[in-house]
Structures are given as structure tokens and as C-alpha cells.
């Protein structure tokens, strides 16, 4: 194994574009690293195409008329990561404690492969030993037989697919809870939250066919040379269409500068290059709303001085009026809107605001894409709120080209939720689900993501299951919580390789080890397949076909199966055992519990492109309170719900080029020229010299919550960066412990990551 950190760390920009032969080198850095044989590379050609598997990364939508090799670099090293050569046996665990791995870094934990046994953890020795898994299912449903239903929470991280994720939140709702917190909690949950009061769907209105009618773009706080690279595919081909790219983000990230097709030969041997983004507004991370309400501005005036002229109105009246309420008192807002204010607090001069808001006028088609850097603010729901006013202005909803277009993180992220993993009551047919399973669901609001985490800590979780995921080091306030965990009565971590969360046992701890969904999966009735649905709503089913990593694995369909089993009383309306044996059948379940969404389900798996489970709000059916769409005053100009101060800054915590959420690949993050080091610290040059700080210089940060809290992070690097002043970067998982839990948006309980208080200690 190649040790990639460095104690002479390299920070120097980078100069080439992304993909190209940068990218083809990382990928043929990382195959060769972890050993995958000639099986694992005859995978990558099955990659995201019909009858092949979904690629276990990013969420991004899987063409009909797939490229040769449809994947990524990104998607390759998820691959690679998954097919790894490398093990973590019960030997692995016979040589090292649990105390000794917590010393461990993320990077390294999983670096030493595939878990290949379940494990116990046992007390005594401090370390896990492997054991059977009858033993294992036993257990765990013994112990949480006579616990309260309410203490116990079933978290998901969202790779697991739509098959497992049914049957777990259904093992949750028949045990007697909906806590049922997913990764979409830290994530997309804003856009749940907001688009469904907006439009009356959590989801994106858009599909692939957008990308080709629509006329310009605006693309808001997403890092999609990083962490979703095929979609710059769909981007480079509108530029050469002339579309314009608007884009909004405080870093200059160059996957939205510019982008060369590794899949393009003659790309790659000329170098050649296109410019992804038209205009790029580096604002103050946070100040979303401001820029949008600068932009609203600018239209509302343009619309009166066409309306005083007899010229063309720039704001759609007909659209508005048929399709929205609460416009006006949206647009007094935008009159009333401060342009000091909006200057101030994004950092833009008032012109910028205004070449972007032109862009938008003359476009007749308009995509809003987005990512993390809207969602996770104090204000994030605001924020989506806030791209669908600026929309809805000129009827951009609902129409070929047009529409949101929030890009999903993980994999089956969005199909999660639609197959009743949510802790919210009004998302799932309990009804339906009742009936179907002759039982009585639980209507109490479930615990999510933060509600756990409060829990956790005030000792009222007695037990979490994880199917998937790492929620430990995902979360905020990570050392109150890593304090906490050993209090709980059970804790049962089901994965793929090991990670901090998996070192913090419980009274009773077990580590379920399972098949990635690039392994082939038999089942009594032969090979199964899985599903996903992607971020523009499509359902794919994906087929793994690589030798497991180890003969004791089980897959994830098969471990909620039988922990179900033996933790329900017996019920004639579910066969687990059945539905382990032939995933078809689940399928049919989940159609017959959702039959508008997955019609014909089984007969359309494998449906070039993936089958749309369809949108209303993309047929201007409003299913929202009003049957209108709905417009929003915000309720404020910046997102992070903090004031600034002398020596307060704004943290933004980012995701590398070289890692997925907490699975660190490697420590080097091409695009933004760190190599070596993940303990960087970036920040404008004159924030460095105005805090007498020299670059290189070690330092901490602090979290300035103002709640008496000591939070803190060592270590980090003072790198000077092209950064909005007033705003730092650092590096996600590493920085969670700055993060309070109770810093998260108002409405949808994202924790607010991308706008962190925070203080340079020296
Ligand atoms: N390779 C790879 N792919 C991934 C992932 C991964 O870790 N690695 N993670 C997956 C998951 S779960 C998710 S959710 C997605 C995450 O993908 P993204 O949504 O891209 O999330 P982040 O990397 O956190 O970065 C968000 C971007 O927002 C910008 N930003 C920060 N604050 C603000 C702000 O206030 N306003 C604006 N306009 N921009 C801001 C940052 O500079 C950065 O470019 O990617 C998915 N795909
Ligand atoms: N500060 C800060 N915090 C954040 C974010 C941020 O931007 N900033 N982003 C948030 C976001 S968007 C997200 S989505 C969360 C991510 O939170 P999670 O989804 O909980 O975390 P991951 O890092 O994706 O989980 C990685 C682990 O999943 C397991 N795994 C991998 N594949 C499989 C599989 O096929 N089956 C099973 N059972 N297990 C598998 C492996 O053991 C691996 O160690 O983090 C959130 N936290
Ligand atoms: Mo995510």
C-alpha cells in the first residue's frame, strides 16, 4: 500500500482542466493501489449501463445512450474502493484494539479492505471477534425485544438499495418507530422540505432531456468536477450549444471552469478544453439569498420600466397568476430589498448581480442546479425557497428546459426516501402499508439525523442500527457524541469496511459485514438484481457480477430479512424468507404499496436510461397547501443565521477531489493543487495578513457558537486560497467537531455545514 500523506505537504494551483489526462492518472493511481485483478476492470465497462450495475457513487442520472465507458474517475475509484484486493479479517482484529484504531485515521481504517466476517465486539479484550451469524441476529434481537421502540433509532446511509431500504423501513414501523434518519437528513433534506411546500414535490422537476432545451443555466454551490463528473458531460454539450453557465460559488472550482472529456480521444490528444461557466460570482459562502434577491431586483425593475414603455415584460404575468400565489407580496420584498445590504452581505458589486440577472431575463429556458452550498445553511430551506421565486418569476417550472435541479448525493439517496425511509408520518401510506401488512403503523413523528444525535447524547437513544454509512463521523458535535455512544445498549453497524463509527461500541456491539452492490448476489431463486432511482427521478436496476469479497458475506436484503425474522412476531402478510430469496418479490411489494411511482416495476428494470417514476409539479400540478405554487419571503438576507464580528468567520466544510463523504481515498486535491495534506486551513490573503498570521503557520479553530462550548480543531495549515474574504475552507469529516448539532436549518434540520462560526486560535 502506498502511503500518500506527506509531511512536506504541496499547495500550488493547478493548472490543467477538469477530466482529461489528470483524471485518467488519479484513476490509474488508485486501481493498481488496491490490487483489483483483471475481473474488477472487466467491471468498469458494465458501469452505469443497462443490465450492468449502478455505479456505488454519486447520484447523477445514467443515460439511455450511454458513452463507451460510462463512469468517472470518481465513479472508477468508488469501484476500485469497492473491489479492492485488501481485507480486514478476524486476524486484523486479533492484533489491534479497539483504543489503538481510534488513533487510526479515517484514510487508514479503510485502506486495509473489506470486512469479511461478523463480528462482536468483545468487551474484555477490547476488541472485536469474529462470530456466527445466527449468533449475531439472535442477539441483537434480544436486546432489542424488551427496549422501548422509542429509544431506538434505524439509520440509513443512502447507497442501500430501494429493495433493502423497503424492508427495513418497514422492519421499523412493525418494531413500533419511524426513526428512521438517513444521510438525506445532512444532505438534500432542505430541498425535501422546501420544494415540497414550494411545488408540492421533494424532488427536482428536471430529467437529462432538460440539459438539451434549456437555454441558460444558473448553477449554485455545487462542486460537480469532484463530486458528480459525468454531469460535465451534459454541461460541456450545452456550452457548445451556447447555453450560458451562471454560476455561484465562493471558491473558483475548476470543474465549473473548465472540463476535458477523458472519454474524447481527440479531447485528449489536442488537449482541447471548453469552458464550462460563462460568468463565475464568487460570493460570501452564505449569501445565496442575497445574490438571488439582487438578481429579483433587476427583473422587477426591468418588468416596470418595460411596462412603463410598452415594452416586453420581463417577469411571465400570465404564469404567475394562473399557477402561484403570494407574488405580491414577494415582489414588495424584492422593492424593499436594501442593495447595501445585498453588497455587503455577498460581497458582489451590484453590476455582477446584474450580467447574471440579464442572462436570466433573455433566457426562454432556465435550469437552477444546486448542491451542498444551498442546502446546508441555518437558512438552507430559505435558500431552495429562494431559487424557486427567482423561477417562478418567469414561469421557469414545469416547462421543457426548465426547472430545479438539486443534484443528489448518494447513489439511491432520493429512492430511499421514496420507499418509506423518513422519520415524517405525511411522507409514507401508512394506510396503505397497514392494510398491506395487517398492522398498526406508528403516526408519531420519528427521530431524525440531529434528533438522534440529541438523544444520543441526553441518553434517551438506547440503541441505533446503521445500515450503511458512518454516522458518527458524519455528524456534528462528534466529540460530545463519540463521549456518548458507549452508553448505548446496542450498537450494530452493517458495512462494507471499517470506519470510526464501528470503533465506538455499545454494551452489546456487533459489525455485520455485507455484499457491495458490484458483487453478485445469489439468492434461493439465482442472481438478483437490485434498483436505484437517481437524482432526476429515474429507476435503474443494476446487476453485480464480481466473486465476493469473502464466503461469509451476506447482502443487505438478507440481514434486515432475518434481524426482521426473529425481532417481529411471526405475521402471515410478510414472508422475509420469501422475499430474501427473490428480490423480485419485494419489487412487487413496493408496486403495490406505490403503484403510480413503480408501475410495471419488475417488467421495467432494466429500461435504457432507467424508468421516470414521473413528476407533477413538471405538469404545473401544484400539490401544495395552496394547489398553487407557492411564493416565499425570506426571512432574512444571509443564510447563516449568525451575525458577523470582528474575528468571526464563516467555515465552509468541503468535500476533496479525493474522497467519498468520509471514505478518504487519498490526500491530494487535484482540482484545488493540495497535495499531500488534508489539514489545510484556506483563507484569503489579506484575512491572513489583517490576522497577523503567516502562511504555513499552525494553527486551531474554534467554534464561535456562543453557547459556552469548547469545540475545537488542531492542526491546521494556514493556506492563502482564492477565497471571499471573511470566509475559511476546511476539510470535511476532519472539521465536524467545530460543528455544534444545534447550528443546522430551521426547517429540515440539515446541519449547517457550510457556514460553520468559527475563530483562528493560534
Ligand atoms: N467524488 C465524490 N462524489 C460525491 C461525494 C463525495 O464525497 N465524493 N459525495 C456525494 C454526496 S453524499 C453529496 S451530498 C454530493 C455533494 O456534492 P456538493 O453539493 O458539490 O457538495 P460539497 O462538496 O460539500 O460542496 C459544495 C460546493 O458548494 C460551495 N459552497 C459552499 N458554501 C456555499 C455557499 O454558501 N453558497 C454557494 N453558492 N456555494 C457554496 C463549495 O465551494 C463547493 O463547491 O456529492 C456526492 N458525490
Ligand atoms: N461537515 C460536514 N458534514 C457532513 C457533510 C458536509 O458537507 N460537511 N455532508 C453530509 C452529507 S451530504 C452526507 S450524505 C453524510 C454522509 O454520511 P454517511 O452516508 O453516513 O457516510 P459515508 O461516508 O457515505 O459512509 C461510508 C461508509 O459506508 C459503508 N458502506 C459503503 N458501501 C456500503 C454498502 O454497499 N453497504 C453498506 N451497508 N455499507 C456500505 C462503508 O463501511 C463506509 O465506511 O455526511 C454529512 N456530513
Ligand atoms: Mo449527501
Same mark, same amino acid.
Given at each position: 500500500?502506498?502511503? !500518500?500523506?506527506?509531511?512536506?505537504?504541496?499547495?500550488?494551483?493547478?493548472?490543467?482542466?477538469?477530466?482529461?489526462?489528470?483524471?485518467?492518472?488519479?484513476?490509474?493511481?488508485?486501481?493498481?493501489?488496491?490490487?483489483?485483478?483483471?475481473?474488477?476492470?472487466?467491471?468498469?465497462?458494465?458501469?452505469?449501463?443497462?443490465?450492468?450495475?449502478?455505479?456505488?457513487?454519486?447520484?447523477?442520472?445514467? *443515460?439511455?445512450?450511454?458513452?463507451?465507458?460510462?463512469?468517472?474517475?470518481?465513479?472508477?475509484?468508488?469501484?476500485?474502493?469497492?473491489?479492492?484486493?485488501?481485507?480486514?479479517?478476524?486476524?486484523?482484529?486479533?492484533?489491534?484494539?479497539?483504543?489503538?484504531?481510534?488513533?487510526?485515521?479515517?484514510?487508514?481504517?479503510?485502506?486495509?479492505?473489506?470486512?469479511?466476517?461478523?463480528?462482536?465486539?468483545?468487551?474484555?479484550?477490547? &476488541?472485536?471477534?469474529?462470530?456466527?451469524?445466527?449468533?449475531?441476529?439472535?442477539? @441483537?434481537?434480544?436486546?432489542?425485544?424488551?427496549?422501548?421502540?422509542?429509544?431506538?433509532?434505524?439509520?440509513?446511509?443512502?447507497?442501500?438499495?430501494?429493495?433493502?431500504?423497503?424492508?427495513?423501513?418497514?422492519?421499523? $414501523?412493525?418494531?413500533?418507530?419511524?426513526?428512521? *434518519?438517513?444521510?438525506?437528513?445532512?444532505?438534500?433534506?432542505?430541498?425535501?422540505?422546501?420544494?415540497?411546500?414550494?411545488?408540492?414535490? *421533494?424532488?427536482?422537476?428536471?430529467?437529462?432531456?432538460?440539459?438539451?432545451?434549456?437555454?441558460?443555466?444558473?448553477?449554485?454551490?455545487?462542486?460537480?468536477?469532484?463530486?458528480?463528473?459525468?454531469?460535465?458531460?451534459?454541461?460541456?454539450?450545452?456550452?457548445?450549444?451556447?447555453?450560458?453557465?451562471?454560476?455561484?460559488?465562493?471558491? &473558483?472550482?475548476?470543474?465549473?471552469?473548465?472540463?476535458?472529456?477523458?472519454?474524447?480521444?481527440?479531447?485528449?490528444?489536442?488537449?482541447?478544453?471548453?469552458?464550462?461557466?460563462?460568468?463565475?460570482?464568487?460570493?460570501?459562502?452564505?449569501?445565496?439569498?442575497?445574490?438571488?434577491?439582487?438578481?429579483?431586483?433587476?427583473?422587477?425593475?426591468?418588468?416596470?420600466?418595460? &411596462?412603463?414603455?410598452?415594452?416586453?415584460?420581463?417577469?411571465?404575468?400570465?404564469?404567475?397568476?394562473?399557477?402561484?400565489?403570494?407574488?405580491?407580496?414577494?415582489?414588495?420584498?424584492? $422593492?424593499?430589498?436594501?442593495?447595501?445590504?445585498?453588497?455587503?452581505?455577498?460581497?458582489?458589486?451590484?453590476?455582477?448581480?446584474?450580467?447574471?440577472?440579464?442572462?436570466?431575463?433573455?433566457?426562454?429556458?432556465?435550469?437552477?442546479?444546486?448542491?451542498?452550498?444551498?442546502?446546508?445553511?441555518?437558512?438552507?430551506?430559505?435558500?431552495?425557497?429562494?431559487?424557486? #421565486?427567482?423561477?417562478?418569476? $418567469?414561469?421557469?417550472?414545469? &416547462?421543457?428546459?426548465?426547472?430545479?435541479? *438539486?443534484?443528489?448525493?448518494?447513489?439511491?439517496?432520493?429512492? !430511499?426516501?421514496?420507499?418509506?425511509?423518513?422519520?415524517?408520518?405525511?411522507?409514507?401510506?401508512?394506510?396503505?402499508?397497514?392494510?398491506?401488512?395487517?398492522?398498526?403503523?406508528?403516526? %408519531?413523528?420519528?427521530?431524525?439525523?440531529?434528533?438522534?444525535?440529541?438523544?444520543?447524547?441526553?441518553?434517551?437513544?438506547?440503541?441505533?442500527?446503521?445500515?450503511?454509512?458512518?454516522?458518527?463521523?458524519?455528524?456534528?458535535?462528534?466529540?460530545?457524541?463519540?463521549?456518548?455512544?458507549?452508553?448505548?445498549?446496542?450498537?450494530?453497524?452493517?458495512?462494507?469496511?471499517?470506519? $470510526?463509527?464501528?470503533?465506538?461500541?455499545?454494551?452489546?456491539?456487533?459489525?455485520?459485514?455485507?455484499?457491495?452492490?458490484?458483487?453478485?448476489?445469489?439468492?434461493?431463486?439465482?442472481?438478483?438484481?437490485?434498483?436505484?432511482?437517481?437524482?432526476?427521478?429515474?429507476?435503474?436496476?443494476?446487476?453485480?457480477?464480481?466473486?465476493?469479497?469473502?464466503?461469509?458475506?451476506?447482502?443487505?436484503?438478507?440481514?434486515?430479512?432475518?434481524?426482521?425474522?426473529?425481532?417481529?412476531?411471526? #405475521?402471515?402478510?410478510?414472508?422475509?424468507?420469501?422475499?430474501?430469496?427473490?428480490?423480485?418479490?419485494?419489487?412487487?411489494?413496493?408496486?403495490?404499496?406505490?403503484?403510480?411511482?413503480?408501475?410495471?416495476?419488475?417488467?421495467?428494470?432494466?429500461?435504457?436510461?432507467?424508468?421516470?417514476?414521473?413528476?407533477?409539479?413538471?405538469?404545473? @400540478?401544484? %400539490?401544495?397547501?395552496?394547489?398553487?405554487?407557492?411564493?416565499?419571503?425570506?426571512?432574512?438576507?444571509?443564510?447563516?443565521?449568525?451575525?458577523?464580528?470582528?474575528?468571526?468567520?464563516?467555515?465552509?466544510?468541503?468535500?476533496?477531489?479525493?474522497?467519498?463523504?468520509?471514505? @478518504?481515498?487519498?490526500?491530494?486535491?487535484?482540482?484545488?493543487?493540495?497535495?499531500?495534506?488534508?489539514?489545510?486551513?484556506?483563507?484569503?490573503?489579506?484575512?491572513?495578513?489583517?490576522?497577523?498570521?503567516?502562511?504555513? !503557520?499552525?494553527?486551531?479553530?474554534?467554534?464561535?457558537?456562543?453557547?459556552? @462550548?469548547?469545540?475545537?480543531?488542531?492542526?491546521?495549515?494556514?493556506?492563502?486560497?482564492?477565497?471571499?474574504?471573511?470566509?475559511?475552507?476546511?476539510?470535511?469529516?476532519?472539521?465536524?467537531?467545530?460543528?455544534?448539532?444545534?447550528?443546522?436549518?430551521? !426547517?429540515?434540520?440539515?446541519?449547517?455545514?457550510?457556514?460553520?462560526?468559527?475563530?483562528?486560535?493560534?
Amino acid at each position: 500500500m502506498t502511503k !500518500q500523506r506527506s509531511d512536506s505537504p504541496e499547495i500550488e494551483p493547478f493548472q490543467g482542466p477538469a477530466g482529461g489526462w489528470g483524471s485518467v492518472r488519479s484513476l490509474a493511481d488508485i486501481l493498481p493501489r488496491e490490487h483489483v485483478g483483471p475481473e474488477a476492470l472487466r467491471e468498469l465497462t458494465r458501469q452505469n449501463k443497462p443490465e450492468g450495475f449502478m455505479c456505488v457513487s454519486c447520484a447523477w442520472s445514467k *443515460p439511455a445512450d450511454h458513452h463507451p465507458f460510462e463512469f468517472c474517475e470518481e465513479g472508477g475509484k468508488a469501484t476500485a474502493w469497492e473491489l479492492t484486493h485488501f481485507r480486514t479479517t478476524p486476524e486484523f482484529f486479533e492484533q489491534h484494539t479497539l483504543s489503538e484504531l481510534r488513533g487510526w485515521s479515517d484514510y487508514d481504517l479503510e485502506q486495509h479492505g473489506r470486512l469479511t466476517h461478523p463480528l462482536r465486539y468483545d468487551c474484555d479484550s477490547d &476488541k472485536y471477534v469474529a462470530c456466527a451469524w445466527d449468533e449475531a441476529f439472535d442477539h @441483537i434481537a434480544a436486546t432489542l425485544k424488551p427496549l422501548d421502540p422509542k429509544s431506538v433509532v434505524f439509520y440509513s446511509s443512502g447507497r442501500t438499495s430501494l429493495e433493502a431500504s423497503y424492508m427495513y423501513g418497514l422492519m421499523a $414501523r412493525m418494531y413500533g418507530n419511524q426513526n428512521l *434518519p438517513d444521510s438525506s437528513n445532512m444532505c438534500h433534506e432542505s430541498t425535501s422540505v422546501g420544494l415540497k411546500a414550494a411545488i408540492g414535490v *421533494p424532488v427536482g422537476t428536471t430529467q437529462l432531456k432538460d440539459f438539451k432545451e434549456c437555454d441558460a443555466i444558473l448553477f449554485f454551490g455545487q462542486n460537480v468536477g469532484s463530486n458528480a463528473p459525468r454531469m460535465l458531460h451534459d454541461l460541456r454539450d450545452c456550452r457548445k450549444r451556447g447555453v450560458e453557465i451562471v454560476t455561484f460559488n465562493p471558491l &473558483k472550482e475548476r470543474g465549473l471552469e473548465r472540463f476535458t472529456d477523458p472519454q474524447n480521444p481527440i479531447e485528449m490528444a489536442t488537449l482541447k478544453e471548453t469552458a464550462i461557466s460563462t460568468q463565475y460570482h464568487q460570493l460570501r459562502a452564505g449569501s445565496d439569498l442575497a445574490a438571488m434577491m439582487g438578481i429579483c431586483k433587476f427583473l422587477v425593475a426591468w418588468d416596470d420600466a418595460a &411596462k412603463a414603455s410598452g415594452g416586453q415584460p420581463v417577469l411571465d404575468h400570465d404564469f404567475i397568476a394562473q399557477h402561484t400565489t403570494g407574488a405580491e407580496d414577494f415582489i414588495a420584498a424584492v $422593492r424593499a430589498a436594501d442593495w447595501t445590504e445585498i453588497e455587503r452581505e455577498t460581497g458582489l458589486p451590484r453590476g455582477d448581480l446584474e450580467k447574471a440577472a440579464k442572462v436570466y431575463a433573455e433566457a426562454k429556458a432556465v435550469l437552477a442546479i444546486y448542491g451542498m452550498g444551498i442546502t446546508q445553511h441555518v437558512k438552507g430551506v430559505e435558500n431552495v425557497r429562494m431559487l424557486v #421565486n427567482l423561477l417562478l418569476l $418567469r414561469g421557469n417550472i414545469g &416547462k421543457p428546459g426548465a426547472g430545479p435541479t *438539486p443534484v443528489r448525493g448518494h447513489s439511491n439517496v432520493q429512492g !430511499q426516501r421514496t420507499v418509506g425511509i423518513t422519520e415524517k408520518t405525511e411522507l409514507v401510506p401508512v394506510e396503505k402499508l397497514e392494510k398491506q401488512y395487517g398492522f398498526t403503523a406508528p403516526r %408519531e413523528k420519528g427521530l431524525d439525523t440531529v434528533e438522534s444525535c440529541r438523544g444520543v447524547i441526553d441518553g434517551s437513544v438506547k440503541a441505533f442500527v446503521g445500515l450503511g454509512g458512518n454516522f458518527l463521523r458524519a455528524v456534528p458535535e462528534t466529540q460530545a457524541m463519540e463521549a456518548a455512544w458507549p452508553k448505548l445498549r446496542l450498537s450494530v453497524q452493517i458495512a462494507t469496511k471499517l470506519n $470510526r463509527n464501528h470503533l465506538f461500541p455499545g454494551e452489546v456491539t456487533y459489525l455485520l459485514p455485507c455484499l457491495g452492490r458490484i458483487e453478485a448476489d445469489v439468492q434461493a431463486s439465482g442472481p438478483q438484481a437490485v434498483s436505484t432511482e437517481d437524482s432526476t427521478s429515474c429507476i435503474h436496476g443494476s446487476r453485480g457480477k464480481v466473486t465476493p469479497a469473502s464466503p461469509h458475506l451476506l447482502s443487505e436484503p438478507a440481514i434486515v430479512g432475518a434481524l426482521a425474522k426473529r425481532l417481529l412476531p411471526p #405475521n402471515p402478510n410478510v414472508d422475509w424468507d420469501a422475499w430474501v430469496g427473490d428480490y423480485s418479490r419485494i419489487r412487487d411489494a413496493i408496486e403495490e404499496t406505490y403503484p403510480a411511482a413503480f408501475e410495471k416495476y419488475n417488467e421495467r428494470l432494466f429500461t435504457p436510461g432507467g424508468f421516470w417514476k414521473g413528476n407533477k409539479a413538471a405538469e404545473r @400540478i401544484w %400539490e401544495t397547501e395552496s394547489k398553487k405554487a407557492e411564493f416565499l419571503v425570506p426571512s432574512d438576507l444571509s443564510a447563516t443565521g449568525f451575525k458577523d464580528e470582528q474575528g468571526r468567520y464563516r467555515l465552509m466544510t468541503l468535500r476533496s477531489n479525493d474522497q467519498f463523504n468520509t471514505t @478518504i481515498y487519498g490526500y491530494h486535491d487535484r482540482f484545488r493543487g493540495i497535495k499531500g495534506t488534508r489539514d489545510v486551513l484556506l483563507m484569503h490573503r489579506d484575512d491572513i495578513a489583517a490576522a497577523a498570521l503567516a502562511e504555513g !503557520q499552525i494553527v486551531a479553530l474554534e467554534s464561535d457558537a456562543g453557547d459556552g @462550548i469548547l469545540r475545537r480543531r488542531e492542526g491546521l495549515i494556514v493556506t492563502p486560497y482564492e477565497i471571499p474574504r471573511g470566509c475559511l475552507g476546511a476539510y470535511y469529516p476532519e472539521a465536524n467537531v467545530l460543528m455544534p448539532v444545534e447550528h443546522h436549518a430551521e !426547517q429540515s434540520h440539515v446541519p449547517a455545514a457550510k457556514s460553520v462560526p468559527v475563530r483562528i486560535a493560534a
